[in-house]
C-alpha cells in the first residue's frame, strides 16, 4: 500500500513538473523601452531690401521713408527651422496709422488698395485669402520670395501725408508628412489669430 502511495505521488509529482515546464516553455517575459519622437515645424519670415549697392540687407525695423508712387524693395520669403518639411501659407494685412496713431482706412475710397505688389510663381493666392507656397519647404530652406518689390499706391490722398503704411506679413506652417499631396490638401493650420 505504502508503494501505492508513493507511486502515485511520483506521478504526480513528475506531471506537475512536466506541466509547470510546458508552460514555462510557452510564456516567456520581456520589457523593452522604445523612444519615439516627433519632428517639429518652425518658421521664420525672412524680410530683406537691397541697400545703395544692390546687396540684400535685412529689411529695417522701423521701416523705410518713401512718397506715393514709388515702390520699395521688399522682399519676404519663409525660412524653415523646423525639423520636418512644411507646408508654407502666408497672409498680408495692410494697414494705415496717421501720426497720432489713429487708425487710417486700408483702401482708398476708390477700393484701391494701399500697396500693390506682383505674387511670383511658386505662390498661390487661395480664396481665403493666404498664399501658398506649391512645394514642401525642406528644413534649413527657404521659400523662394513671395515677392520682391511693394509699390506705394499713387492716389494717396492728403489723409496719407504723413502716415506709417504697414504690410504685416503672417506665415503658417504645417508638417507635409502624412499631410496631402498638396499644400491646397494639407490641414491642420493654426487658426486666425
Not at 521664420?44 to 522701423?62: G, H, R, S
Request: glycine share 6%; net charge negative.
Amino acid at each position: 500500500m505504502k508503494r501505492k502511495v508513493f507511486a502515485c505521488t511520483l506521478i504526480a509529482i513528475v506531471i506537475s513538473l512536466f506541466a509547470f515546464g510546458t508552460q514555462a516553455y510557452f510564456t516567456y517575459e520581456d520589457t523593452a523601452r522604445n523612444v519615439i519622437t516627433t519632428g517639429s515645424v518652425g518658421i521664420a519670415i525672412d524680410e530683406k531690401t537691397y541697400d545703395d549697392n544692390q546687396v540684400e540687407i535685412d529689411f529695417p525695423k522701423e521701416g523705410v521713408e518713401t512718397q506715393p508712387g514709388n515702390e520699395v524693395a521688399k522682399i519676404v520669403k519663409v525660412n524653415n527651422n523646423g525639423k520636418s518639411d512644411a507646408w508654407v501659407r502666408i497672409e498680408l494685412q495692410a494697414f494705415a496709422k496717421d501720426s497720432a496713431n489713429n487708425d487710417l482706412p486700408p483702401t482708398l475710397p476708390d477700393g484701391t488698395m494701399l500697396f500693390t505688389f506682383e505674387t511670383l510663381s511658386d505662390w498661390i493666392l487661395h480664396t481665403d485669402g493666404y498664399y501658398y507656397y506649391k512645394n514642401p519647404v525642406k528644413p534649413d530652406e527657404l521659400t523662394s520670395a513671395l515677392f520682391e518689390k511693394v509699390k506705394i499706391n499713387d492716389k494717396l490722398t492728403n489723409d496719407y501725408n504723413t502716415a506709417k503704411l504697414i504690410l504685416r506679413v503672417n506665415a503658417q506652417a504645417v508638417q507635409t508628412a502624412n499631410n496631402g499631396e498638396t499644400v491646397l490638401e494639407a490641414s491642420g493650420w493654426p487658426e486666425n489669430n
